[in-house]
């Protein structure tokens, strides 16, 4: 089957840095989204990634590695508006996107 | 610039009763489609995608049903409302014929079945 693991939640200190965790086990690959989605909101897309190595957005930071399936979003800089849920979710080999359950980010003063 | 829309954004209904979701994309032509379900605790489940006009594919099969009347317009239907319906409902596009696979969301609608 199809699977995709995140740690359910996780919590930091303003000004920090954390890094959340992404590993899948998917028919076929073509590509590892992350989004973000604020309590009560819709998803928001932050990062995609199709090949091995670290992209970088601003504060936001995504790496893959299809060899390991695994990849991490990591988050520079913490504010207080970065508390919310972060998606990982991989595009399979039909192009269907499977979802993890999320990752709720807790930011701490 | 593209935006989409969808309503209403809370409905509280009783089991039994019929439902109706709307979603309509504007500032782009021929978009995918999609109806998604969010249940606390779980990823987000594919329940319809259409890629044009009539064609609707079916993820899980259930209660509810889809439409597309018109090219951004789709609809999310329910004659008869389980307890198990409830739960935050989204719908999304991406422009077709990319491999990206971006989504873009509408604000949701959160379905509370009594």
């Known amino acids: 089957g199809q699977n995709i693991d995140q740690p359910t939640e996780m919590t930091a200190t303003e000004g920090a840095i954390v890094q959340i965790n992404c590993t899948y086990q998917?028919?076929?690959?073509?590509?590892l989204f992350w989004y973000q989605q604020h309590a009560g909101e819709a998803p928001t897309f932050l990062s995609y990634n199709v090949l091995d190595g670290l992209e970088e957005k601003g504060r936001f930071s995504s790496f893959l590695s299809r060899s390991k399936g695994y990849s991490y979003l990591l988050l520079k800089e913490l504010q207080m508006k970065d508390s919310a849920s972060y998606l990982c979710a991989v595009m399979d080999s039909n192009y269907q996107l499977i979802w993890g359950a999320g990752t709720k980010l807790i930011i701490k003063p | 610039s593209q935006t989409i829309h969808q309503w209403p954004a809370t409905l509280v209904q009783p089991v039994g009763s019929p439902l109706s979701l709307e979603c309509t994309v504007e500032g782009t032509s021929n978009p995918n489609l999609y109806w998604y379900r969010q249940a606390a605790g779980r990823g987000l489940q594919l329940l319809f995608y259409?890629?044009?006009?009539?064609?609707i594919s079916s993820e899980v099969p259930q209660n509810l049903s889809a439409s597309r009347p018109q090219d951004r317009q789709f609809i999310l239907s329910s004659k008869k409302l389980l307890l198990s319906d409830s739960g935050f409902y989204l719908c999304?596009?991406?422009?077709?014929?990319?491999?990206?696979?971006?989504?873009?969301f509408g604000e949701g609608s959160r379905l509370t079945v009594l």
């Open positions: 259409s890629v044009g006009i009539g064609q």
């Open positions: 998917t028919s076929g690959f073509n590509g």
């Open positions: 999304a596009w991406s422009v077709r014929g990319t491999d990206t696979g971006e989504l873009f």
